[in-house]
């Protein structure tokens, strides 16, 4: 997808107040990226999804606690489909929403270069990415068809092993190079906010592209959608309740 559409976040004083405050700073970055992945959905959804909000953090939460060996790109599709079989069976959209924030969770999981890290970056870098979320970057590349979408996807989670490999070695020599303090607030000019971004930007927009597929798999309603590439239908589904 070449053309990319730049979302600034506007200051924190005003958007992270979407944005549950958490003990755990990883869990309240990775809501925040769900958070903003729900604004940019077909309008249908992102009412329903709105409506059902606790469910999405709930099942983000589930997600969480899988075992990082265990989520690959297939154990994403698979749970990602479930969604849509949960929407062509019409059960309690509440569930429906709690799978999505499932998918979401194991995304986060799946996609996070700090899991395997040293003890620095496992501790440094959700510290850092929740101290410098108001100034992160959300890029969304706009939605294409599905068959577009759901090839693109493949690809894209299929080579997050490597990518996550790459950032994970990057971190740790930045780490190592600021004394391996988790503490430490790299300049917003450094690799780690980089990194940082790239995460979080991902996590929403991977987010996005998994819940559109589901959707638009279910033939789901898809107009009045935000970012809508040429070659994206007209689908109608009965709304669910």
């Not at 992102?46 to 990082?68: C, D, I, N, Q, T």
């Not at 299929?158 to 988790?182: F, I, M, T």
């Not at 979080?200 to 798999?217: D, I, K, P, Q």
């Amino acid at each position: 997808m070449r053309i990319l559409f730049l979302l600034l976040l506007i200051p924190s004083s005003i958007i992270l107040q979407a944005a549950p405050k958490e003990n755990d700073p990883g869990i309240r970055v990775r809501k925040y990226a769900a958070y903003k992945a729900h604004t940019i959905l077909p309008e249908t959804l992102r009412f329903l999804v709105k409506k059902h909000s606790k469910s999405l953090f709930y099942g983000l939460e589930r997600g969480l606690k899988a075992p990082p060996g265990k989520i690959t790109d297939a154990v994403i599709f698979r749970e990602a489909d479930k969604i849509t079989k949960m929407v062509n069976s019409r059960v309690h959209f509440g569930k429906v929403v709690a799978q999505m924030g499932f998918v979401t969770g194991l995304v986060a999981v799946y996609t996070d270069p700090s899991l395997a890290g040293t003890t620095a970056v496992r501790r440094g870098f959700p510290y850092y990415v929740n101290r410098k979320l108001n100034k992160c970057y959300f890029v969304f590349d706009g939605y294409q068809s599905l068959e577009v979408t759901t090839a693109w996807l493949r690809q894209e989670l299929a080579r997050v092993p490597q990518v996550r490999a790459d950032h994970q070695r990057l971190l740790e020599d930045r780490y190592s190079k600021a004394g391996n303090n988790p503490r430490h607030l790299f300049d917003e000019r450094d690799a780690v906010f980089g990194v940082g971004s790239i995460y979080f930007s991902n996590l929403a927009r991977y987010s996005a592209h998994l819940w559109y597929y589901a959707w638009g798999s279910a033939r789901g309603d898809v107009t009045r959608m935000p970012f809508k590439k040429k070659g994206v239908g007209r689908q109608h589904s009965t709304a669910p309740k």
